[in-house]
């Protein structure tokens, strides 16, 4: 199976202009993480994890990460 | 003014899908393939690393694996090719509103008109298409660039995967002309033998037969075959999805066992029925005429129809009408293999019927309400929340669900 991928809970803003703006994340372990900031927005293919969705890029503290909208579902690529 | 179309082509589309969604398969000889256990046991789609090895599309499971025997076989996932297949055509649109789905994996994009203000050649578009199917969906693709849709498709088998491929004026009777005569969009398996034992083996041999004589021999398609080989095809893209330019609606499956008498095909016959009836009333289509496909055990196979007195999207109607033709045409010479039912001559469900005195339209009109109550149902609540008695004689044929396992259709160029 493709471990690689997780897909999590996130908390997201619905902005009145149809933007998405996701503000945090919960990890499979439960820990939630708040997003900082948003670097980028683009339509990218996951390398690591496979798919395709809207990608995120996100900051959390002194990380960066990428966060992928699947259609209606969000995941994040493991790492290692 | 010459036209500038594109014909981007999905390499191996379904098995790349496939790659792109686990990454674990990167590198490893991988096919898409029908259900074994199901029976339908041939290869849809390989990757470059199984060709390699000698795996073909078509060829059964079995055969495969004799080849290769580590290779990875996955069952098909439709709904995720016809979504890739979508998120690609959102590309095109981007530059386009001319984009003409041919299956799944092929589109031709008419950019004429688009060049001007994206201040883009036509080359530059088909790089920058190839490369966002890479960063956005992690899948190749090759594009053929020309002045009509011929040599752009053409020119998307020319090189792959990931290239592309422009045919001018000026290079076509240099590169597409040497070509093999069956490259020829048109020139199926019976075309090329005909031309082939004329002495004619390649595109530049057929764009320089005179017209009469490919007329002579393959009748009116042998000047379509003129025309396409010397560049003069005119036919404008269409915008249309893959799923619109309809000219029937079928559903065929090849059963977990072999039919043996009137009763499992009936059995069939309604699954599939069904299934027809649904997508005709999802598309606000009728059929008026019906057409039944057999295969035997040994292979051999053939279709009938008759049309029907009225036009109709009744499941019942089509499955009264199936096995009138079956019960007309089959004699249990052999058991059956594979079956299928198809509603053809569509109209629109907007066109006028002429009523018939003395049958109960009323009756008519309720079960037709009756069925599409069934697939309000199913759509909530899953294909099986609902079935017919029948269905339930026997769970291994009447577990079938056609309408959301296979509706995929190849469709023709005219």
New interface residues.
Partial sequence: M?D?KVYVDVLVNHMKNGKIIPLCIRWEDGEKYRIDQILDV???????????GIRYTIRIGNTTSFLFLE?DKWFVERRG | MDRTILHVDGNHFYANIEK?????LKGKPMAVGGDVEQRHGIILAKTDEAKARGVKTGEALWQAREKCKDIIIVPPNYPLYI??SR?LHDIFEEYSDKVQAFGLDESWVDVTNSMDCLKMSGEEIAHEIRERA??????TVSVGVSWNKIFAKLGSDYKKPNAVTIFTKENYKSKVWPLPAEDLLGVGRATQIKLNARGIKTIGDIANTSPSLLQNWLHKWGLFLHVFANGMDTSPVTPTGFEEAIKSIGNSTTTPRDLVNDRDVRITFTALCESVATRLREHGLLGKTVQISLRDNKLFSFERQMTLQKPTCIATELLNAAMLLFKKHYRWDKPLRSIGVRAMNLVSEHTSIQLDLFENEEKRIREEKLERTVDNIRKRFGHHAILRGMLSEDKELGYLNPHDDHTIHPVGYF
């Fill in positions: 493709n690689a683009i339509r990218a293919a996951s390398t690591k994890a496979g798919g395709t259609e | 792109a969604n686990d990454p674990s979504r890739y998120l890479i960063s956005e969906l992690g899948i």
